[in-house]
């Protein structure tokens, strides 16, 4: 399978805040603005981005991926500041492991009020995509590129794995173009992407934590830094 050139945006992070930067910055946030899928490079694997409030674009997402119906697109996040927007109340040991490990690979999952204003932000499908059980997970990518793009931006995507449900991550374009090329619209190519390990999934429960996800952050990581805000 091919992908037209034109739509292929090739970046070096030795070049971040250059013209060339800056416009693949602008043009990406135009497609995600557009309600377009762009494929994003993190610092473990590609990633597939979205528009977070948009319907059209969740929809499209989950499409693509044969995402299956309740299971939630991760919300990516610039900052703390910007998931605050976004909730009115959080727990706070999600702040205290976003301080310790963001930007980084770590997904934090948290019980929300699906009634919270805030949350009136999301159409009715990209809600139900990113909180299908009334819980909403979270993060902040290690790459120079998708901050800078939620910066221009100033509102978070959904960003999930660039693969087809049940099959790998991908490391490199041509193995994302070969599960999903009919499917995107914009490429950021920042060559292969060669962490060994994806993000880690941890579920904060009222009175425990659930690892769903074994990743790059271990939990032996996660309770010091729990408890060295004690």
Known sequence: ?????????????????????????????????????????????????????????????????????????PLVVRDWNMLETLLSNADPRAKVLANAFWPGPITIVIDVDTNDPALNQFEPFAKLAVMPQSSLGFRAPNHPFVLDLLQELNQPITL?????????PVRSIDEAIQQLGDFLDLIVDDGRRE??????????EKNNLALLRQGAINMEQIISALNSSL
Request: with cysteine; aromatic share 6%; proline share 3%.
């Open 1 to 73: 399978m091919t992908f037209k050139k034109e739509n292929v945006l090739t970046i070096c992070q030795d070049q971040r805040g250059s013209t060339t930067w800056n416009d693949a910055i602008q043009r990406a946030a135009r497609a995600i603005l557009h309600d377009q899928i762009v494929l994003l490079p993190t610092e473990t694997v590609y990633g597939i981005g979205a528009r977070a409030f948009s319907d059209r674009a969740n929809r499209k997402l989950c499409h693509g991926k044969n995402r299956r119906p309740g299971h939630a697109l």
């Open 160 to 168: 999930t794995s660039a693969n087809l449900t049940g099959r790998q």
């Open 195 to 204: 962490y060994a390990s994806p993000s880690t999934v941890l579920k904060l």
